[in-house]
């Protein structure tokens, strides 16, 4: 199995930053896209930005030039540095990454972590 665990959420006020970390672990086979999604309350969970083993990145147009998102392949683990943050990026931040397990080597999936809170006051 696979387990993501996400820290760095918080309280922080409108223009503020924060960095969020996710590292996974467990019987990893391999890891290839991962990637940030947030669900705020009563709304869908929706994504944030996305990052491929090669580096290629993709951002909600909300946060380009706000967000940055990156990876370290070695430690698998992915990072989201958010600046000027706004009350409207409130909501429960989720790690995501599709991998597989040393149990099911060839078989994909999109593994998920318990989630994060970040809170932006105005």
């Known amino acids: 199995q696979v387990q993501l665990v996400e820290s760095g959420g918080g309280l922080v006020q409108a223009g503020g930053s924060l960095r969020l970390f996710c590292a996974a672990s467990g019987s990893i086979y391999g890891i290839n896209a991962m990637g940030w999604y947030r669900q705020a309350p009563g709304k869908q969970r929706e994504l944030v930005a996305t990052?491929?083993?090669?580096?290629?990145?993709n951002y909600a147009d909300s946060v380009k030039g706000r967000f940055t998102i990156s990876r370290d392949n070695r430690k698998n683990t992915v990072y989201l540095q958010m600046n000027s943050l706004k009350p409207q990026d409130t909501g429960v931040y989720y790690c995501?990454?599709?991998?597989?397990?040393?149990?099911?080597?060839?078989?994909?999936?999109?593994?998920w972590g318990q989630g994060t809170q970040v809170t932006v006051s105005s």
């Open positions: 990052i491929t083993t090669g580096g290629h990145t």
């Open positions: 995501q990454a599709r991998g597989s397990s040393v149990a099911r080597p060839f078989d994909e999936y999109d593994y």
